[in-house]
């Protein structure tokens, strides 16, 4: 195994065991809940927003597995304090560079950041669903959702 490839598994493994911005946003402005159920994985994220529509907070609860959980993990450390335009740029850069062409996600994952940890999940497309599912369930806390969010819908 490379060096790189130790790294990003350390990386995820980390914010597994002691994932950032965990818990309850009270008084959170948006909310929303997601489910995937080929895992089992459920999540709930809370998002406060500052004027000019910059996420000035963001937190998640839930239980899943450690792709799910370090993804919401480094999500949340992503979006604080981006405006409401760049978190849907960083989601989909995020998407491309699990589900595009492998030969033109260079530069999403160079704009990732520590999200690009998350590369060598594309060669496991149901593992995607769980890296992705923090990323869907922001979305639709962002747009008003109120319906649960899932990786089979």
Known sequence: MSDL???????????????RNFGELVGADHKARGHNP????????????????VIEDVRFDGSGCAISKASASLMTEAVKGKTLADAETLFKS???LLTGDPSVHAAASTELGKLAVFEGVREFPVRVKCATLAWHTLHAALSGD????????
């Open 5 to 19: 490839t130790d790294l990003y598994q350390e990386v995820i493994l980390d914010h597994n065991r002691q994932p």
């Open 38 to 53: 080929l895992c089992g994985d459920q999540l709930n994220v809370y998002v406060t927003l500052a004027g000019g529509g």
């Open 94 to 96: 995020f998407h491309e």
């Open 146 to 153: 109120t319906e649960r969010v899932s990786t089979e819908s």
